[in-house]
Every structure is written in structure tokens, then in C-alpha cells.
């Protein structure tokens, strides 16, 4: 099989790409994000030995399927999960400069910004802050990233 939108996205578009073994045993991760620290907390994250900030991160990647992170038995079964899953998005937003990627962009920043800070010198000095699980759809997506840039504009 050739994932040809895996490489379209990042010998094209410019995006990273990473895969690793999970750590609890759901197999191997397939993940793509816009930037190289994109995926890095996904993969930090999902390699947390505590579970209070393990689970919820994890549920809160895989709330979406338009979010290019999946898992599988292999690392062929990973990238063939991240490919299909790239096939139902829209073909038009696997750019640069779409919508889909400023979803991709918010989605993993929150993901940090709720987990950064967490540690300090080996030690906990404070709990992630919660997060919402993300719209399911990309359709659904685009509707609340419009609703959040307009919540943004508003508190100009």
C-alpha cells in the first residue's frame, strides 16, 4: 500500500510526521501534525505513566476522526488507519493554508497549553486543566473553530 496523502502532507505541505509504540499497549502510533512539537505532545502524553493525565489526553485525541492521530497492531496497520482516515477528509483541505490545518493546529495547542507546566525539576506542580472532547466531525470542527474566532475578536 502507498500513502500517498502521508507523503503529499509532508514532503508537500510541509508537515511532520512521527510513529511510536504505545507505551499502555494499544500498538503503534501513526501521527502527522503542522509542526514538529505538534506531535511531540501527542507522543510525550501517550507515553505519561500517570493515568489522571494519560487517559483524558488520549480521550481527548481520539474525540475526532478528522485529527490525523490513530493507532494500530503495526506500523503498517498505524500509517494504512492515518491514510484512510486522510481519504475522508475533503481532499481540498490537505494544504497548508486550510481550514483543516488551523483545526489540526488549535486542536494539538490546546492539547499542550492544557498539559505545559505540569512539571518542574522532576516534580508535579500542578494538574492538566480539562479538556472538552473535540467535535467529532470535521464538519463540526469548522463550526467550532469559527465560533471560537469569533469569541476571540470579541474580546478585542
Given at each position: 500500500?502507498?500513502?500517498?496523502?502521508?507523503?503529499?502532507?509532508?514532503?508537500?505541505?510541509?508537515?511532520?510526521?512521527?510513529?511510536?509504540?504505545?507505551?499502555?499497549?494499544?500498538?503503534?502510533?501513526?501521527?502527522?501534525?503542522?509542526?514538529?512539537?505538534?506531535?511531540?505532545?501527542?507522543?510525550?502524553?501517550?507515553?505519561?505513566?500517570?493515568?489522571?493525565?494519560?487517559?483524558?489526553?488520549?480521550?481527548?485525541?481520539?474525540?475526532?476522526?478528522?485529527?490525523?492521530?490513530?493507532?494500530?497492531?503495526?506500523?503498517?496497520?498505524?500509517?494504512?488507519?492515518?491514510?484512510?482516515r486522510?481519504?475522508?477528509?475533503?481532499?481540498?483541505?490537505?494544504?497548508?493554508?486550510?481550514?483543516?490545518?488551523?483545526?489540526?493546529?488549535?486542536?494539538l495547542?490546546?492539547?499542550?497549553?492544557?498539559?505545559?507546566?505540569?512539571?518542574?525539576?522532576?516534580?508535579?506542580?500542578?494538574?492538566?486543566?480539562?479538556l472538552?472532547?473535540?467535535?467529532?466531525?470535521?464538519?463540526?470542527?469548522?463550526?467550532?473553530?469559527?465560533?471560537?474566532?469569533?469569541?476571540?475578536?470579541?474580546?478585542?
Amino acid at each position: 500500500m502507498t500513502f500517498e496523502l502521508i507523503d503529499k502532507l509532508v514532503t508537500e505541505e510541509g508537515y511532520a510526521f512521527q510513529s511510536w509504540q504505545d507505551h499502555y499497549g494499544k500498538g503503534v502510533w501513526a501521527a502527522l501534525g503542522f509542526w514538529q512539537d505538534h506531535v511531540d505532545i501527542v507522543r510525550d502524553l501517550s507515553w505519561n505513566s500517570e493515568d489522571q493525565i494519560v487517559f483524558p489526553a488520549m480521550d481527548y485525541v481520539f474525540s475526532a476522526n478528522w485529527l490525523p492521530v490513530v493507532t494500530g497492531r503495526t506500523f503498517t496497520e498505524a500509517a494504512q488507519n492515518l491514510e484512510e482516515r486522510l481519504r475522508l477528509l475533503p481532499q481540498g483541505q490537505l494544504t497548508r493554508y486550510s481550514e483543516w490545518t488551523k483545526l489540526v493546529c488549535k486542536a494539538l495547542l490546546d492539547l499542550r497549553e492544557a498539559h505545559s507546566g505540569l512539571y518542574r525539576n522532576g516534580e508535579r506542580i500542578k494538574w492538566p486543566e480539562p479538556l472538552d472532547d473535540l467535535p467529532e466531525t470535521f464538519e463540526a470542527a469548522v463550526e467550532w473553530l469559527a465560533a471560537s474566532e469569533r469569541a476571540w475578536v470579541g474580546e478585542l
